[in-house]
Nanobody, 123 residues
Framework: QVQLVESGGGSVQAGGSLRLSCAAS????????MGWFRQAPGKEREGVAT???????TYADSVKTRFTISQDNAKNTLYLQMNSLKPEDTAMYYC?????????????????WGQGTQVTVSS
C-alpha cells in the first residue's frame, strides 16, 4: 500500500555529514512508526532511529547525539540527519513504516520498506 523511496546516500569522509530522505506515497495511517534501519555486509539489520506519528523518537546507542530523525507530515517524507559520521556507520540504509505504534524498534514488525541507499564512510 505504501511505497518508500530513499535518497541522499553517498560516500563521505569520517566526520562528515549526510542527510537521508525517504519519500512515502500517500497514506492514511493515523498512528504509525517510521524508522531508519541499516545493514552492513555480513551483519544483521539493525534499528538506527525511529519516530512515531506523535513525534516520539528512539535512537540506537551508537548514533545518539550524532543522528537526528525527523518527518515532514505535509510531504510524507522522513529524514535522517547524520553528523560526525564514522566508518562504523557504513551500511545500506533503509526506511520503513508500519501502521500503529506499539514496539517501533524491531525491524521485523515493519510492513513496508524502501529500496535502500548506500552510505559509505571512509577514514
Amino acid at each position: 500500500q505504501v511505497q518508500l523511496v530513499e535518497s541522499g546516500g553517498g560516500s563521505v569522509q569520517a566526520g562528515g555529514s549526510l542527510r537521508l530522505s525517504c519519500a512515502a506515497s500517500k497514506y492514511t495511517y493515523s498512528r504509525y512508526c517510521m524508522g531508519w534501519f541499516r545493514q552492513a555486509p555480513g551483519k544483521e539489520r539493525e534499528g538506527v532511529a525511529t519516530i512515531t506519528s506523535d513525534g516520539t523518537t528512539t535512537y540506537a546507542d551508537s548514533v545518539k547525539t550524532r543522528f537526528t530523525i525527523s518527518q515532514d507530515n505535509a510531504k510524507n517524507t522522513l529524514y535522517l540527519q547524520m553528523n560526525s559520521l564514522k566508518p562504523e556507520d557504513t551500511a545500506m540504509y533503509y526506511c520503513a513504516i508500519k501502521p500503529r505504534t506499539g514496539l517501533c524498534v524491531d525491524h521485523r514488525l515493519y510492513n513496508y520498506w524502501g529500496q535502500g541507499t548506500q552510505v559509505t564512510v571512509s577514514s
